[in-house]
């Protein structure tokens, strides 16, 4: 209103700091807006928000003020990391836990088979019957050599490394465990 007042008086610096003082209002409104806003996103407390909202009230400076003294996180942030730290914390209190090889099942660490594809992930010990990975020379829990026993457990081992390596051998990889179970007694003999 007092802009188109002063328009028509034809002034020219009139125009220009009556165009000046409105630009002002209207971004200090802005800021008023800007500053109810973000610290809606920032901080939880409503009495807070009205406080920072009224401090925006003082033209620029109260906006100013909240710029430097505001939580330097969204809350959604915060909320959003709060859930990943929980996310790592059941992570680790399931280190136990580890992937199978074949499927990417989530397996325990002392499980013989594979729950969902049921394929071999650990051996059971012939003297202590813990399960111990078929890639170990000796068994942890008992120092019994895991290569003693049988020439299946051999077999095992072998087809174990074969897949591990490529998954792409699996096909290939019976025959080559019959060939070497095979061959493996009469070099037994031999040592
Ligand atoms: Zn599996
Ligand atoms: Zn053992």
Known sequence: MTFA????????????????VFFLFVIW????YWTYADASRRIEDPMLIGCATAASLFPFIGTIVY????PPEYLDDVRLRELEMTAAEARLASLDYSLCPHCDYEVQSDYLRCPSCMRKLKERCYSCSKPIDPAWRICPFCEAETNAPTPSSTRRRRSRQTTD???????????????????????????
């Not at 328009?7 to 000046?20: H, K, T, Y």
């Not at 409104?29 to 008023?32: H, K, R």
């Open 165 to 191: 390596q490529a998954t792409v051998a699996a096909e290939v990889t019976p025959e080559l465990a019959e060939a070497s179970e095979t061959a493996e007694p009469s070099r037994r003999r031999s040592r």
């Open 67 to 70: 710029l430097i003294v505001r």
């Open 29 to 32: 409104l802005a800021l008023i």
């Open 5 to 20: 007042l002063f328009g028509i008086q034809n002034d020219g610096l009139n125009l220009v700091v009556n165009l000046l």
